[in-house]
């Protein structure tokens, strides 16, 4: 049988969690997007001021171990060692179809139960989704994760700055995007390793309903019962993700808040915006829709080759978005030249103005945070879906 081996070593503020063994040494494939990649560094580091590292529950630190190097552990029966000791537990959220259903794991000792040492934290990448995530929950502190410096390069990250002004929040450093020759996170769920490290009971991930229900603007295929969330369940952390509202009703949120100018939604980390790539542009088109006199961020947006032919396929990545924020614009813009016939299509699509209401129990949320949100939602005046605007969501495609 294959094995795989993490090792633990800890200082003051510091983790550095390698692998080896029997782990791929060639070419694999990111599970988002298809990206070819090789490791390149076989130890995570993650850094943070105030985190006793020391004391982090093993079962906690083996699911970070995973988490980073999923793409290169074996796909078929294989023994996970740890330099720690881990509870059965562990096994039992990690072998499962999808994740690792032929992993034994093994482990030095026997921990005792995972006991949270927060309640809630925030997922916060600093974009417009986690912006809001931080309104409608005021007081539960924000965690980021940023990458650490190397021999080689630095990062400028203007979200740091951002969270600074709270010292109750965690700014936490790693290398987690740099482990593999392409640069990015290994696994989408490899997000919440800086708030793992906290230990908390709940975390908040700023997200939004495109990408949870609608297969990233296809049509209605809900990724709710991913098995992921099971995994952390598992372990003893419960993800809450803010599905219930879409882009759209996220920046509402944040432009009621007048906090639109903290949003860092671009997908460079350096800048707030780079009014080049898709992910500008599509933000943009709604604070147009929002604010007619920002409709002047859409005109001059750098209407590149790419830009163009980004724009042409169909099915359009986030098209539900495109039409209801191009469509919605007091004044047309150029876009709308480029996507007129999935507006005339679809016309108006009412759910990005309204949250799901179903969300909340889909994800679990308690009690007093699905309070917290709804009133958050009711004071800018985003409704609960509707009977009509439930069958509009419910049975959406854009082709």
Known sequence: ?????????????????????????????????????????????????GIDFASIHPDVLALIGVLAFFPVLPET????????????????????????????VSGNGVPGPYLPKVDTVISYGGGVDSLAASILFPGIPLVHETPLPTSTATYTDVVNA???????????????????????LPLWVAVYISSLIVEPRNIISGTEMTGTYLSGGVGYKPRNADVWYRVFQTIGVNILPTSFLSEIGNARIVMAGGRMNDA????????????????????????????????????????SESIVEFLATRPLYYGDVFIHAAGSTARPTWVNEHIADLIEAHGSLAFHDAYYPDAFEHFGYPDELRKMAEEGMAAVGIPSFDAATRKQFETYSQL
């Open 1 to 49: 049988m294959q094995t795989v081996k993490f090792d633990a070593f800890i200082g003051k503020n510091r983790l550095r969690l390698g692998i080896s063994g029997d782990v791929s040494r060639g070419e694999v494939t990111r599970s988002e997007g298809g990206i070819a990649m090789m490791l390149v560094d076989p130890v995570l580091s993650v850094e943070c001021e």
């Open 264 to 303: 860092a939604y671009c997908v460079k980390i350096d800048v707030p915006g780079c009014n080049r790539c898709t992910k500008c542009l599509r933000r943009r088109l709604i604070r147009a829709m929002l604010n007619p006199k920002e409709t002047v961020m859409v005109d001059e947006f750098v209407r």
């Open 162 to 184: 951002i969270l600074r002004r709270q010292p109750e929040n965690w700014v936490v450093f790693d290398n987690l995007r740099q482990l593999f020759s392409a640069w990015g």
């Open 77 to 104: 029966d294989f023994e996970l060692r740890t330099s720690f000791p881990v509870s059965a537990n562990l096994q039992a959220a990690l072998r499962r179809p999808w994740i690792l259903p032929g992993v034994s």
